[in-house]
């Protein structure tokens, strides 16, 4: 039965044990670990020095918090380039429905434009025949 002692939730606790399978307690010092990030329920609880098990136990609930450290800020990360991804593509497809509407009014000038030379060519045509027609008339007089 492993056995370790509680310390109160409102205590920080700062942890120091070797990572290496060697039981030599003066490199134990040299790894301090605390998850400050970490929720409280998830902490690693200090273990029973006196148990081999206890130990194994602490040293693999830190490595798994560290994992979890490393994949919460992956997330945190790919959550940050989705937004950035995202942002650009809201501006792509702006840019792109700007295009298309700037192609839309090119079409709809380039109709109207169409329109207005075929009516200032029949005006022109119209004015040439009223300037026959009157010169019939002065002629005529």
Known sequence: MITTARVPADKPVRIAFSLSDSPDDASSENF??????????????PPCHDSKESMQVYKQHCKIAEEYHEVKKEIALLEERKKELIARLEQVEKESMDAAQLA??????????????????????QLEKLRIQYQKRQGSS
């Open 32 to 45: 301090p670990l605390a998850f400050p990030e970490l929720d409280q329920q998830l902490q690693p609880l």
């Open 104 to 125: 839309k009014e090119y079409a709809e000038l380039t109709e109207e434009n169409r329109t207005l030379k075929l009516a200032q060519t029949q005006c022109v045509e």
